[in-house]
C-alpha cells in the first residue's frame, strides 16, 4: 500500500476501475491496491472535456468545485482574491475551491453598455480589449451616438467604452473650432458684362452639430453651393466699377445674404472676405491705361497749380520791389551775391580804379 501525500494547494482524485470516486485535501492518505490517485492544483482551471462533465455526475468532485456555465452572448470575469485573473467565454468552465477566493462577474453581452460595476482600468487589458468598442471625442469636438443606425445622444468630450456585439453603434464627431473656407475660381458677370474669377474666404464653425450632421447630408458641400450662389446673384447685380471700388461692402452683403441658408446647415460665419478679382487680360490692360492716364491728369494739374502759385509769388515780389527802392537793391545785392559765387576771378581793365569799377558794378544806377 503506498502512502499519499495532498498538500494544502493540492487536491486528489481517487480512481477505481477508471472512475471516479473521490476526490482528496490536505492531508496523508493510504487508498488502497485497487485505486490510484491523480495529483491535481487547485490553482489550475479544470479543462473542458467530457470526463470533466463525467466527474461533474460524482456529488463528492461537484461539492469540490465551482463551475460556471456561460452563454454564447456572455463572458465571465474571473476574480481571485478581488485580482482580475481571465475572461470565461462560452462553455463550462470548473474551477477548485480553495483558500483562495474565486469570484465571478457575468457580463450579457447583448447589452452594449458597459455597467459601472466593471473597473474601466479592466478595460484596457489584453484579454478583454477584444470584447470592446472605444470611441474618443476630443476636447474640441462633439460626439453624435448612433445605435443601429438611429440617433440616440449626444457625447461631451471623454473616452466611451461599449461592449462588442451584433448591435451596430456609431460615434461620428463634429469639430466645433473655427474652419478656414474658401470659394475657389467663381467665374461670374457682371451687371456691365464683364467677365470675372472671384476667390471667396470666410471663417465659420458648427453651432448646432445635430442640424448639421444629421439633417444635413455634406453640410460643407452645401455651404459651398450657398456661398456661391449668393456671391453670383450679388455680383451679378453690380457693375465691375463698383466692384472694384465697394469690396468691404461686397463682402457684408455676401456675409448678411448667407445668414439664413447657412443657419439652416448649423453653423456660423464669423468673418469673410474677397481674396482675389481675377480679370480678363485686355480687361486689365485697358484699367492700367486709366489708371496711368488718371495719375498723368493728376500730376499735371499739381505742376500747374504750383506754377500758378510760383508766378503769383513773383508778381507779389515785383509788386514790393516797385514801391521799395531799398527793398529792390537788397534784391539786386542778393541776386549779385549768388552770381559772385560763381565767379572765381574778376579782372579789372585799366582806366579808372578799382574802387570805381566795383562801385560802378555793384552801385544802383540813378536815374
Do not use: C
Not at 455634406?218 to 456671391?231: C, G, P, S, T
Amino acid at each position: 500500500m503506498k502512502r499519499v501525500i495532498i498538500a494544502k494547494h493540492q487536491r486528489g482524485l481517487v480512481f477505481e476501475n477508471g472512475n471516479l470516486v473521490n476526490v482528496l485535501t490536505e492531508g496523508n492518505y493510504w487508498p488502497g491496491f485497487s485505486k490510484t490517485v491523480e495529483t491535481v492544483s487547485v490553482f489550475t482551471k479544470m479543462p473542458q472535456t467530457v470526463a470533466t462533465d463525467v466527474y461533474l455526475s460524482v456529488d463528492v468532485f461537484a461539492q469540490a468545485v465551482d463551475v460556471f456555465r456561460v452563454k454564447a452572448n456572455e463572458m465571465v470575469l474571473h476574480f481571485e482574491a478581488g485580482i482580475f485573473k481571465q475572461v470565461l467565454t462560452k462553455g463550462t468552465h470548473v474551477f477548485w475551491k480553495s483558500f483562495v477566493e474565486n469570484t465571478f462577474e457575468i457580463i450579457d453581452l447583448n447589452e452594449t453598455t458597459i455597467p459601472a460595476s466593471v473597473d474601466k482600468t479592466l478595460l484596457v487589458l489584453p484579454e478583454i480589449v477584444p470584447f470592446v468598442r472605444v470611441y474618443k471625442v476630443e476636447s474640441f469636438q462633439q460626439g453624435l451616438q448612433f445605435i443601429n443606425g438611429n440617433f440616440v445622444g449626444m457625447l461631451e468630450p471623454g473616452t466611451y467604452h461599449f461592449w462588442k456585439n451584433t448591435t451596430e453603434i456609431e460615434v461620428k464627431t463634429v469639430d466645433l473650432r473655427s474652419v478656414q473656407f474658401e470659394v475657389l475660381g467663381q467665374e461670374i458677370l457682371t451687371k456691365d458684362k464683364t467677365a470675372l474669377r472671384v476667390n471667396f474666404a470666410i471663417q465659420f464653425k458648427v453651432t448646432d452639430p445635430i442640424k448639421a450632421v444629421i439633417e444635413n447630408k455634406d453640410f460643407e458641400k452645401q455651404l459651398y453651393v450657398d456661398l456661391q450662389l449668393v456671391l453670383r446673384e450679388i455680383i451679378g447685380a453690380a457693375t465691375l466699377d463698383e466692384l472694384l471700388e465697394n469690396k468691404l461692402t461686397l463682402t457684408e452683403q455676401v456675409i448678411e445674404g448667407s445668414k439664413a441658408k447657412v443657419a439652416n446647415l448649423g453653423v456660423e460665419i464669423s468673418e469673410g472676405g474677397i481674396k482675389d478679382i481675377i480679370l480678363p487680360g485686355e480687361v486689365k490692360d485697358i484699367l492700367n491705361r486709366v489708371l496711368v492716364a488718371e495719375k498723368q491728369a493728376q500730376a499735371n494739374m499739381i505742376m500747374r497749380r504750383e506754377e500758378t502759385a510760383s508766378t503769383r509769388n513773383l508778381l507779389n515780389t515785383a509788386k514790393l520791389m516797385e514801391d521799395n527802392a531799398m527793398l529792390f537793391k537788397l534784391k539786386e545785392m542778393e541776386f549779385v551775391e549768388k552770381i559772385a559765387e560763381k565767379i572765381s576771378d574778376i579782372s579789372i581793365t585799366s582806366g579808372d580804379g578799382v574802387a570805381n569799377q566795383l562801385k560802378t558794378l555793384f552801385a544802383p544806377s540813378k536815374q
